[in-house]
């Protein structure tokens, strides 16, 4: 994937395990961390992974005078009325480590049988040429499955080894990189934002 006519695209955020999959998933175009320009991360305030990512890429593209490219993601579980969702990475607490949002899960959902279960990762990517853009590129990325009672698996971070693949018959934390950069809600969604940014360009480059 590439977008042909930028020459750098600042990513908002800071978790190093997202950004690892994100420059994989875009291993073709100088995807560059906002870490390197000391941006402080944008509080997520917003009530939904739209608002979150916008917020997001306004501060990265703000503070770095590029365009910018944010995500906001979680878990969707059914039987918890979609909780985790939007504080997803601060389920058990603001500081709260991966292990520590995942045990909570895990508790939650100690009395709900295998079969109601059902969970789904969710993607939300924003592209912004500039932090007034008054018209950012969105896309959503879904990636159906449904939740273990017990961690399996090393690979991937987060809830990972408690979310099972039926596709692949294992948890997205056995899969290898490239199979989940394939599967995944944020490889969907950096998919579904590539080419819509590529039709903004086309049009634009016919006027």
């Given at each position: ?59 990265a593209a703000l ?29 058990a607490g603001v ?103 590529k039709a903004k ?7």
């Open positions: 994937m590439t977008f042909s006519t930028l020459n750098k695209i600042v990513l908002a955020s800071g978790n190093p395990s997202k950004i690892r999959e994100i420059q994989a998933i875009l291993a073709e175009h100088p995807i560059i961390p906002q870490s390197t320009f000391n941006v402080v991360d944008a509080e997520e305030t917003g009530a939904t992974f739209v608002e979150n990512a916008i917020l997001k890429a306004r501060n503070h770095c005078k590029l365009p910018a490219i944010a995500d906001d993601s979680g878990l969707v579980v059914d039987a918890l009325n979609g909780a985790p969702g939007v504080i997803s990475a601060r389920y500081h709260a480590s991966d292990r520590d949002n995942l045990n909570k899960l895990l508790r939650e959902l100690e009395s709900v049988p295998a079969e109601l279960r059902t969970a789904r990762f969710i993607c939300v990517m924003v592209f912004m040429e500039h932090a007034n853009d008054p018209c950012p590129v969105i896309a959503q990325g879904v990636w159906e499955g449904r939740i273990l009672d017990h961690a399996v698996g090393e690979n991937g971070f987060g809830y990972d080894p408690v979310f099972w693949v039926p596709s692949h018959n294992c948890t997205s934390a056995e899969l290898p990189a490239a199979v989940k950069n394939a599967l995944s809600h944020r490889g969907q969604a950096l998919g579904h934002l590539t080419a819509l940014i360009q086309s049009v634009r480059g016919r006027l």
